[in-house]
């Protein structure tokens, strides 16, 4: 499997994400940055947490219009995986990849803590190694982590199928609990907890690998 991480200035789980990847498929992904114009073949490309141009603006605008984001999108609509966490969530909301918005969390305050989450589905790349109504533990890290969509949308998301986790104890306001959800080939999967902080024992928790795990034995 080859994958490829998009790095934005203010990313800070690039490397983290790097690290889950090559301990999982043995071999490193491609850093690639977010000015340039190319993007190797790939399996997955990964959108990771950070503060992309420190969310001055509103978090993940201006990260969404970077020249990759242009390949990020081809390759999205020719089918290839596209993950996006936490401030790669909002990327993704931002570039119209996703449907909805990240929002400001219901307390105002920066939230970063272990919590429980629900798979919603296992009909994918990225939670066919997880059992459908499996409770898993990942971290959060955010402040603007509030999912919110119009009711048409939402209601569309809902039949869908496209929740693909839901917080157990919504830490931030999300419109029906909503942790992280996909496209609507479930080839795009945005979610705000971080698997790569939940890869490895010394993490307190391994609930995250399984992820990058089910990636792999997706994509064979």
């Known amino acids: 499997m080859k994958a490829a991480v998009i790095v934005f200035p203010g990313s800070n789980c690039d490397r983290d994400v790097a690290v889950a990847l090559e301990q999982v498929t043995g071999t490193p992904p491609a850093m690639v940055w977010h ?9 997955l490309i990964v959108l990771p947490g950070g503060f992309s141009h420190g969310d001055y603006l509103r ?6 219009r970077a020249p990759i984001m242009a390949r990020v999108r081809e390759r999205a609509a020719a089918g290839v995986l596209v993950l996006g966490i936490c401030n790669g969530f909002q990327i993704l909301t931002e570039s119209g990849l996703l449907p909805g918005v990240l929002m400001r969390n219901a307390a105002l305050k920066f939230i970063c803590r272990s919590v429980r989450l629900k798979v919603e589905t296992a009909d994918s790349a990225f939670t066919r190694a997880y059992q459908p109504c499996e409770e898993v533990s990942i971290p959060i890290a955010h402040a603007d982590g509030n999912f919110f969509a119009a009711a048409d949308t939402l209601k569309r998301i809902e039949d869908n199928g496209q929740v693909a986790f839901r917080y157990l104890d919504n830490p931030n306001g999300s419109a029906n609990d ?6 609507e080939t479930h080839t795009v999967l945005g979610l705000m907890p ?3 902080r939940a890869s490895e024992p010394a993490h307190g928790g391994t609930d995250g690998r ?3 795990e089910g990636i792999l034995a997706a994509l064979g």
């Open 35 to 43: 000015r340039d114009s190319a993007l190797p073949p790939v399996d």
């Open 59 to 64: 978090s993940g605008a201006m990260a969404a």
């Open 178 to 183: 909503i942790a992280g959800i996909f496209n």
């Open 194 to 196: 971080h698997p790569e």
């Open 210 to 212: 399984k992820m990058f």
